[in-house]
């Protein structure tokens, strides 16, 4: 479909009806902290549901048990090889590209701001991060995953967030639209597909065609499955591109919260670099990746890693290349990845699995007001004219 300014604005009518009403029903009789205590015990697809969950809770999660129908069950498997390959290389886009572009849409940097579940700068990359694995696993979908619940929590968290912000009145609708709508959720489907590709080939990385649509197809499922409308979801990459334009240009603009939340998470890749001489890369990677506007907006330090990170495609050319020619190489290497991303992802943790609750409250601190094989190289959609 095309998308235009009026279709747009229809989007930020639109919220999730089915969790909205599941979680207003869990407000209403006041059997939010039930739900929470006990589904920290569903936490793998099959598992025999709790006896006490609320009724609401449970039918909920019966019909959001399964993955959409029409999904092709080969185009996921392609997507998992291309997440294999690629893994340390997406982690990377998701940390110093994704996360700083939802931070420069100032609305969605209060949204982060807002929930009370934000005890420690790593738990939203922690929980990025998570979520991100678990989708790449083999099984993903099947009985024993981690991946479903995971999907029906986090779909469950947006829909709290929404009725607190609507019912203490800290959002104005009527000059906003519906908190966490359903243009923000396809903007955030976005940012962790199309932008992850824009930021590997940015990076230099070699990926096919055929590899770079197989895992924006993996997160059209996950956007189904967190209440996405299929209808108006864009289909192919060059219809992303028009949205992500679009989206972009409606909404982009510096804030004191997005500020904030990227000053957090430089600090945080800085306490997980080892010494402190590597520490000004972060800040570069994240300038060198969104560009130097929305770095500038999120105030991003400049330093003189910034012309050094230039170099990083073509280093990471050099070992693709070596990949490539050399299959004892490439599995070293995506060993390597999969060593990286999990030291990555334990560090974030600490240790622990991270559980998507329902807050039972918002903080009110941050000023939340109205207000496969490597043939056929993949090439990112051309800019839309709304960009220029």
């Not at 909920?60 to 893994?87: C, H």
């Not at 609708?173 to 959720?185: K, L, R």
């Not at 280093?315 to 290349?321: A, F, H, Q, R, S």
Request: hydrophobic residues 40%.
């Amino acid at each position: 479909m095309s998308y235009t300014e009026a279709s747009m604005d229809a989007l930020r009518q639109a919220g999730d009806e089915l969790a909205d009403a599941t979680v207003a029903t869990l407000f209403e009789r006041g059997e939010v902290g039930t739900f929470n205590t006990l589904m920290r015990y569903v936490s793998t697809a099959g598992a025999p549901l709790p006896d006490g969950l609320p009724d609401v809770a449970r039918e909920y999660l019966q019909v959001t048990s399964a993955p959409p129908a029409w999904v092709d069950w080969g185009e996921m498997e392609k997507a998992r090889l291309f997440f294999i390959d690629n893994n340390v290389h997406i982690s990377t886009a998701l940390s110093f590209a994704s996360m700083p572009a939802c931070y420069v849409v100032p609305h969605v940097a209060r949204l982060l701001s807002a929930t009370h579940g934000l005890k420690y700068p790593s738990k939203r990359m922690a929980e990025t991060g998570q979520f991100t694995v678990y989708l790449m696993q083999p099984g993903a979908f099947e009985a024993g995953s981690r991946f479903i619940p995971a999907a029906q929590k986090v779909r469950l968290l947006h829909a709290s967030i929404r009725h607190h912000l609507k019912r203490d009145k800290l959002w104005n609708t009527a000059t906003q639209g519906v908190p966490i709508c359903q243009e923000d959720m396809i903007g955030g489907q976005m940012f962790f597909s199309l932008l992850v590709l824009d930021s590997l080939h940015r990076l230099g990385i070699h990926m096919s065609t055929e590899g770079a649509e197989a895992y924006f197809y993996a997160w059209r499922v996950v956007g189904a499955m967190l209440g996405v409308d299929q209808d108006t979801v864009p289909e192919t990459l060059d219809q992303a591109r028009e949205f992500l334009d679009l989206y972009m240009v409606r909404h982009m603009a510096p804030s004191e919260e997005g500020a904030h939340l990227t000053r957090q998470l430089i600090d945080l890749y800085e306490d997980v670099v080892p010494g402190t001489f590597f520490d000004p890369i972060v800040s570069a990677l994240i300038r060198h990746l969104i560009g130097d506007t929305c770095a500038d907006w999120l105030q991003v330090p400049r330093t003189p890693w910034d012309t050094v990170v230039k170099a990083v495609p073509h280093l990471l050319g050099i070992l693709e290349t070596i990949e490539d020619r050399a299959p004892l190489a490439g599995w070293a290497l995506d060993r390597l990845g999969h060593l990286t991303t999990v030291l990555e992802l334990s560090s974030l943790t600490r240790g622990r699995v991270m559980h998507y609750a329902i807050p039972e409250h918002l903080r009110h601190d941050y000023g939340v007001t109205g207000t496969v094989p490597r043939t056929h190289r993949w090439t990112p959609p051309a800019p839309s004219s709304v960009s220029h």
